[in-house]
């Protein structure tokens, strides 16, 4: 069977450490969308495993797919593999032969737009992934089967690359950047993948992914597909055009790997929220608390008055979830828990179950707050208007929970569900019953074993 993940927010929900739980009964991990804009994390053994691109089961040893859906920087690939072999893990990655490749020219154009878009830029990763899904979209991709025939990367490179020298040129009046040169040469980019071609088949990485998932399910053994980002940021159902240009909803997860929605559809779909929102880009945020300069729709942090209730509040919890950009540091945006956001992502992929993070980064609050609904051009509304302009009108209508205690969290782990505080339990249940889902674990830390299990997706 099959067990998909999802992110229920914006990305960094912790799918990464659910996918670590859970990934000890299953066979095969597969991403099915997104790139190496990605950033699972897993922690365990106070080891810390930072992966992009490098579905999370490799932690345990399982086999890794990336997917049809998905695109590749195989530079990124190969790095991280490296990466994970001289840490004594032994990864065992296959590729989808009808991925996509990421060129070096996809992220020189990721970069060029990002600056022309000014107020429309999503704040993207820099990692190509819009330009990459733009070309396949388009028509004019490389696949990684291609890199395997010389033959055939020759000819696709020869079509598109004046294109995107044109593109750079022309269409933005920018210059080619002079260290980026290789990035729009066709020489030198056929020399570069054709040697990541070779070693992909050295190391017999490429693999047709409907086939081989597809077979992996009929020898009855367990498949977990492993969502990045998440549903407010999917090119369809996200803050268009906030978002990112895959779709990390479970209908992805069927499209991006090449099972058939009836499979995918016969198994768990597990949404995973974080018990309040982190978000790192632009766009309206309802529960929004303060804001990060640059990020925040009109904020400024100019005369902002770091002493504010709100603004601590923000800080707290931005320090205590370590919401800071892992590479730049860069404040990330916080917010109370978006209920409309979370019924728009349980209807959108259909969650058979939830898990809820950092229960423990919320300790300590004498209040914790969730927008329950919105009130938008004077109606209440549950759920996310569908265009972004809408959803900057709509303004948060609160509940309000006692808070919780800081209490010993690993304890809480090993002792289960009762053991938690009686009023996070509280908003817990509030949850589930909105979303009209169970809710199958609770991380209380970023360790494996810092996590209050009630349900594991695989047993009957
Ligand atoms: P992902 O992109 O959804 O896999 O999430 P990230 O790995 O980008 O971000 C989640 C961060 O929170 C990581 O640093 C995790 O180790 C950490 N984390 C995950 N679950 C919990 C939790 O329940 N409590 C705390 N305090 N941290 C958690
Ligand atoms: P994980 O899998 C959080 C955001 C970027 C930007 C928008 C588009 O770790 O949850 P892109 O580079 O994808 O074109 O950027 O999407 N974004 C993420 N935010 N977590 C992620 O992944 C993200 N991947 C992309 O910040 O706003
Ligand atoms: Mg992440």
Not at 207 to 213: A, I
Not at 349 to 367: M, P, Q, R, W, Y
Request: aromatic share 8%; proline share 5%; with cysteine.
């Amino acid at each position: 069977m099959t067990v998909t993940i999802v992110g229920a927010q914006l990305g960094d929900e912790g799918k990464g450490g659910v996918v670590d739980l859970y990934g000890d009964a299953a066979d095969v991990v597969a991403r099915y969308q997104g790139g190496d804009n990605a950033g699972h994390t897993v922690v365990y053994d106070d080891e810390e495993y930072k992966l992009s691109l490098v579905p999370s089961g490799a932690v345990r040893g399982k086999i890794g797919v990336l997917g049809n859906g998905c695109v590749v920087n195989p530079e990124t690939l190969f790095d991280e593999l490296d990466q994970l072999r001289e840490r004594g893990l032994e990864p065992d990655v296959r590729v989808a032969a009808r991925a996509h490749a990421i060129l070096p020219y996809h992220r020189v154009i990721d970069g060029i737009e990002e600056d022309q878009k000014a107020d429309l830029a999503a704040g993207t990763t820099g990692r190509g992934i819009g330009p990459a899904y733009e070309d396949k979209a388009g028509r004019r991709g490389i696949r990684i089967g291609d890199l395997t025939e010389p033959d055939v990367l020759r000819q696709r490179l020869e079509y598109v690359v004046p294109q995107k020298r044109a593109l750079v040129t022309e269409v933005f009046g920018a210059a080619i950047p002079t260290e980026h040169a290789d990035a729009f040469d066709v020489d030198a980019l056929f020399e570069q993948y054709r040697r990541y071609g070779e070693r992909l088949a050295d190391e017999d990485m490429v693999v047709d992914s409907g086939t081989f998932l597809q077979q992996r399910v009929d020898a009855d053994e367990n498949v977990l597909l492993e969502g990045a980002q998440g549903t407010s940021i999917d090119i369809d159902h996200g803050i268009y055009p906030y978002v990112t240009s895959s779709n990390p909803t479970a209908g992805g997860a069927t499209i991006g790997t090449g099972l058939g929605p009836t499979v995918v559809g016969q198994g768990e779909v597990i949404g995973i929220v974080k018990a309040y929102l982190s978000r790192v880009g632009t766009g309206p945020l309802p529960t929004e608390l303060g804001g990060v300069e640059g990020q925040t729709p009109g904020y400024d942090s100019e005369g902002v008055d770091e002493d504010a209730p709100e603004e601590r509040l923000a800080t707290y919890i931005r320090d205590e979830g370590g919401e800071y950009g892992t590479v730049t540091g860069r404040p990330r945006r916080v917010g109370w828990l978006d209920v409309p956001m979370l019924r728009h992502a349980a209807r959108a992929s259909g969650f058979t179950g939830l898990a809820v993070n950092h229960i423990d980064v919320l300790a300590g609050l004498e209040e914790v707050k969730v927008g329950h609904s919105y009130e938008f051009d004077g109606e209440a509304v549950e759920t996310v208007p569908p265009t972004t302009e809408q959803w900057g009108r709509c303004e948060a209508t609160y509940r309000s929970f006692d808070g919780w205690p800081e209490v010993d969290w690993s304890a809480v782990a090993e002792s289960g569900y009762e053991a938690i505080p009686e009023n996070a339990r509280s908003y817990l249940e509030y949850l589930s019953a909105e979303l009209d889902t169970p809710i199958y674990a609770i991380g209380v830390g970023p360790g494996r074993e810092e996590t209050v299990i009630l349900e594991s997706p695989y047993d009957d």
